[in-house]
């Protein structure tokens, strides 16, 4: 984000730098199917994801969403165990088994959670204006991530290809892209009894993972 020096305090997020906070999900085609956008920098993801429940997200009955450890793990959003290996290079991409339930199902849910990191990452080579600070007026600044989305889907549905990506010039040097914070910054959640009925559910998917496994 640009914004002015009276402005900047809400966006300033734990790197210092200026941005907004927006928060996507998507499926397994690596479509998305919702944005939430236009959060100041220093918002936390449980006020953003709190925010997008109140004004009409939604979980489908009997399912849930995978989410990276920067959020609570409820029975709505099933996050990985803390304290153990959950990123796919931590197990040396399929070299390293897993040693207990836990660590069976952060690898299981990173290799599932894969996809809505190589969206995101698509998205940004697409629209390497994500990274950086615009001159447009912040209501506009803000709608820039959700119509780099619908351009993503619109592409998607075309079949468009995304290998090209990795052949392209820099139209933008990535000497300007802004420094910004990793995804997995652990938060507080209020809700305890959500908490302890998520852990429950994931307690139960996880051992039952192990037993087959075993």
């Not at 991409?93 to 959670?113: C, D, I």
């Not at 990191?117 to 209501?139: D, M, N, S, Y």
Request: proline share 5%; hydrophobic share 35%; net charge neutral.
């Amino acid at each position: 984000m640009t914004v002015t020096p009276d402005k900047a305090a809400p966006f300033r997020n734990r790197k210092g730098t200026l941005s907004q906070n927006f928060m996507v999900a998507c499926d397994f085609d690596l479509n998305f199917t919702f944005i939430s956008c236009g959060w100041e920098g220093s918002a936390t993801e449980a006020r953003v994801l709190q925010s997008a429940l109140n004004r009409g997200f939604r979980v489908p009955e009997g399912k849930f969403y995978l989410v990276d450890g920067g959020y609570a793990n409820t029975t709505s959003f099933l996050a990985p165990y803390r304290g153990v290996r959950h990123h796919l290079k931590e197990f040396g991409h399929g070299r390293h088994q897993p040693q207990n339930y836990k660590e069976l199902f952060n690898l299981r849910h990173a290799v599932l959670r894969n996809h809505v990191e190589r969206a995101i990452g698509i998205l940004k080579k697409r629209f390497p204006i994500l990274r950086v600070g615009t001159f447009h007026q912040i209501e506009n600044q803000v709608k820039i991530p959700a119509g780099a989305a619908n351009f993503h889907n619109i592409i998607r549905m075309h079949k468009g290809d995304d290998n090209w990506l990795d052949n392209q010039p820099n139209n933008i040097p990535p000497t300007e892209f802004v420094d910004l914070p990793d995804d997995n910054h652990h938060q507080h959640d209020s809700n305890q009894e959500n908490n302890i009925l998520g852990d429950n559910l994931r307690d139960g998917i996880a051992r039952r993972m192990w037993d087959d496994f075993q």
